[in-house]
């Protein structure tokens, strides 16, 4: 089969396929390569599927695939560095093997898909996140892959114990620092059905806990009409069957309010752990940040979470060394992490990206100076969750086995997390304990994880 040069336009501009893509055979085989957030990770799933459903058959490595599919990140310098190398090892391959076929999507596909095509001619698709139905639509078009199997449904698939699923796309605040708003765009609600139906669907597969995601997931079904709420969709998803985890992310301190709250405290299968990106403990670098609140805010906001909320756990990222950030301003983040006691925080060093309203700032802190404050910011934590994960000696928590641990083959190990999303290893003393909640004494602690042994 001869693919036909084609040029597609659609309003919106979803997908592009340069001219000039030919291909002498359809291929058999992909892989699909991922880097960056966990809204990435759930949309290589869906990639993954949809492909299967096509007849194609995955492949471990891209070495061995004659399609592959590069989901990509540009939040940070470092992501956007290694998805050039990516593309840059493809090119080289596909000087080679002509058949080759590549397709880009992520945050690194820019607004100007024509653009890119001239940019990355070793790319034949480029489609944007959430236009995996356009990108599938254009496959078919162009012979690449026949229609979905009708007769394989879902047979033959399994899924991770616990997954993921998107509940919305884009982004609409703009922080002054961050690319997302421009590469993934306006804040889009897909309907409850469909996420109830996608839920559903992972369930039956074995999934037994499912994070929903979104940029901003409080503003979830703002854009729908009739309006909805996230609290609404975790009503409807939480009825089921099978599920037994429901988890999501992330959260803004400036939205979430008290209905969203309150149905965590409500809802049993909605784990107690909150994702609240606080990015800097100081109001001028938060305003220059344009996250819209206060230090004091969000302190009262961390106090009604657990006054309302029982043992939930409270995770945060943090940028260290934004434009401007003195050594006092970043004490105050270090001072505010000591206020809250952060179960996790997830910390980088600011790296100006392109397009963005920082990016025309000047970015006055020195590199070394970045990695040092990261490094003591780190140290602090690495205390707090040494101290925090000690309370957990000697309890029984309940652990959802994910899956086995056989790097030490005289240990073998199951690996599972409590509902505070604590990594927990247990001694693999009884067999088929995936997908199983097994309740778990914690005989060893550690600031990382936590040893248990089955509370027979
Ligand atoms: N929507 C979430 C929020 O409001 O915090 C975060 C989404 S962002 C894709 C994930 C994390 O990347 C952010 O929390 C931030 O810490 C980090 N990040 C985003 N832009 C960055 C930049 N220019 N430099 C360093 N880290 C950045
Ligand atoms: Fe980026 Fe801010 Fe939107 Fe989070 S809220 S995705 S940090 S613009």
Not at 32 to 51: F, P, R, Y
Not at 131 to 158: I, Q, T
Not at 375 to 399: F, G, K, P
């Amino acid at each position: 089969m001869l693919l036909q040069p084609q040029r597609l336009v659609r309003e919106p501009r979803e997908t592009r396929a340069p001219e000039g893509v030919r291909r002498a055979a359809t291929p058999r085989t992909f892989h699909v390569w991922t880097i960056g957030c966990q809204m990435n990770v759930a949309e290589s799933d869906a990639v993954t599927t949809a492909l299967r459903q096509r007849g194609l058959t995955h492949v471990p490595s891209m070495e061995g695939a004659e399609l592959v599919v590069l989901n990509s990140c540009t939040v940070r310098e470092s992501a956007e560095q290694r998805v050039q190398g990516t593309l840059g090892n493809l090119a080289h391959r596909k000087r080679e093997d002509p058949g080759l076929m590549v397709a880009l999507t992520g945050c690194s596909v820019e607004p100007d898909l024509d653009v890119m095509g001239q940019r990355l001619p070793m790319v034949d698709f480029f489609f944007r996140p959430g236009a995996l139905d356009h990108f599938l639509a254009e496959l078919e078009a162009h012979e690449v892959v026949a229609a979905p199997h009708e007769a394989m449904g879902l047979r033959g698939y399994s899924s991770p114990v616990s997954t993921y699923v998107s509940v919305m796309q884009g982004c609409n605040k703009f922080c002054t620092y961050c690319i997302v708003p421009y590469r993934r765009g306006r804040e889009v609600s897909r309907p409850i059905d469909e996420v109830v139906a996608d839920v559903r669907m992972m369930t039956r597969r074995g999934a037994k806990e499912i994070t929903l995601l979104g940029q901003i997931i409080d503003h979830y079904g703002r854009d729908l009409s009739p309006k909805s709420h996230l609290a609404e969709l975790m009503e409807a998803v939480h009825e089921v069957e099978g599920l037994e985890r429901l988890r999501f992310m992330t959260s803004h301190p400036r939205d979430m309010d008290d209905r969203l709250i309150e149905a965590i405290a409500r809802l049993p299968k909605i784990v107690e752990t909150v994702h609240l990106p606080v990015q800097a403990g100081d109001d001028v670098v938060l305003r220059r940040m344009r996250r819209q609140y206060t230090v004091e805010r969000y302190l009262a906001l961390v106090e009604k979470i657990r006054a309302t909320i029982p043992g939930v756990a409270v995770t945060t990222d943090i940028i260290v060394g934004f434009c401007g950030e003195t050594e006092e301003q970043f004490r105050h983040t270090l001072d505010l992490m000591d206020a809250v006691q952060f179960d996790v925080v997830h910390a980088a060093c600011y790296s100006p990206r392109h397009g963005t309203v920082s990016a025309s700032w000047d970015d006055d802190v020195p590199q070394e100076e970045k990695e040092e404050r990261r490094r003591r910011l780190e140290r602090q934590q690495e205390e707090t969750q040494t101290r925090l994960n000690a309370r957990l000696q000697d309890t029984v928590q309940e652990v959802l086995i994910e899956d086995s641990q056989s790097h030490r083959q005289d240990l073998p190990q199951w690996r599972g997390r409590t509902r505070t999303n604590k990594l927990v290893f247990i001694p693999r003393e009884d067999e088929g304990l995936a997908g199983r909640t097994v309740p778990a004494r914690i005989i060893k602690t550690s600031p990382w994880a936590l040893q248990g042994v089955i509370d027979r």
